[in-house]
């Protein structure tokens, strides 16, 4: 029983230490996603892709309405039963011809979308990381020695809120960005290629 007490005292004992040593904790939050989307460096990236979107849309439309009426007549001119051989057999090529074009509308418009999104994510990866700095520079000055997405928070004083103040800088530190994402890797010469999974 003593040592037991013994180790709640001790234990007590650490936990004030430990408490007098942490500094208090000086927060401020930043909405990440207010600070992406209303910089400049964002909207001029957004003006430069919507092209590449609504053209996205256009050949999306296209290419449903040229299938589509294709679909239908594939459909009404299927040869009925006891039809010739020739004719089932020109017709079933038409089948596959036109499945091999839809496969590869799909790919199209699928890599098309993928090299967007690809776009838009190099896009806030450099605001996010030339914004770490920022909000580092104004933790500093404020006495900070915590920053937290206000998305995360129930509920804070607007007072800790430097969304402003890092959108404001940001901008003027970064008022473009670029819409092209750097090429991946190119894989080492001679190197093995990768081994099967096992089953």
Not at 159 to 180: E, G, M, N, Q, Y
């Amino acid at each position: 029983m003593k040592k037991m007490l013994l180790a709640l005292a001790l234990a007590g004992a650490s936990t004030q230490v430990l408490a007098q040593q942490l500094p208090a904790a000086v927060i401020v939050t930043v909405d990440s996603q207010e600070m992406i989307a209303a910089s400049a460096a964002a909207k001029a990236a957004q003006a430069e892709l919507k092209p590449k979107g609504d053209q996205l849309v256009a050949r999306l439309n296209q290419l449903r309405t040229s299938l589509s009426a294709e679909e239908k007549t594939l459909r009404d001119t299927q040869p009925q039963q006891g039809a010739a051989p020739a004719a089932i057999t020109a017709w079933q090529a038409k089948v596959k011809d036109f499945d091999t074009r839809r496969q590869q509308a799909d790919a199209e418009l699928q890599r098309r979308q993928q090299e967007i999104q690809a776009a838009e994510q190099w896009v806030i990866k450099q605001i996010t990381d030339a914004s770490a700095p920022i909000v580092s520079t104004i933790m500093r000055e404020r006495g900070a020695n915590i920053a937290v997405d206000e998305r995360v928070t129930l509920q804070h004083a607007a007072s800790i809120d430097i969304t402003a103040d890092v959108l404001a800088r940001l901008d003027k530190a970064l008022p473009k960005v670029s819409v092209t994402p750097p090429a991946p890797p190119a894989a080492a010469p001679g190197a093995a290629p990768a081994a099967p999974p096992r089953p």
